[in-house]
């Protein structure tokens, strides 16, 4: 599966954004998914992920009430919407794809990983 991380930019302290995450193929229903990010010299971190039929949702603690993940089966797609941004969520946002039973909090349990959007939160 290929994925297609979009909807990153810059954005001030308090405003919003919404990421999306295209799959391509038939399968996407059959794929948990989850969100990562990188921050410049820090390592990729778990962010939030969802079961493939939405049912469950999860999130790390520090994003825990402000940003919520989401899915469109019929699209194909994956959202991020990130409200009341922080400069310390600045960082590069991956969308991943897990066909197996992992944790989906762990990179290693993912797949497939698309190439990123950059967040921009200025204070």
């Known amino acids: 599966v290929q994925l297609q991380a979009s909807g990153g930019g810059l954005v001030q302290a308090g405003g919003s954004l919404r990421l999306s995450c295209a799959a391509s193929?038939?399968?996407?229903?059959?794929?948990?998914m989850g969100w990562f990010r990188q921050a410049p010299g820090k390592e990729r971190t778990f962010i939030a992920a969802?079961?493939?039929?939405?049912?469950?949702?999860y999130y790390a603690d520090s994003v825990k009430g402000r940003f919520t993940i989401s899915r469109d089966n019929a699209k194909n797609t994956v959202y991020l919407q990130m409200n009341s941004l922080k400069p310390e969520d600045t960082a590069v946002y991956y969308c991943a794809a897990e066909t197996g039973w992992g944790t989906l909090t762990r990179s290693t349990d993912y797949d497939y990983w698309g190439q990123g959007t950059l967040v921009t939160v200025s204070s």
């Open positions: 193929g038939r399968t996407f229903s059959s794929y948990h």
């Open positions: 969802i079961t493939r039929s939405g049912g469950s949702t």
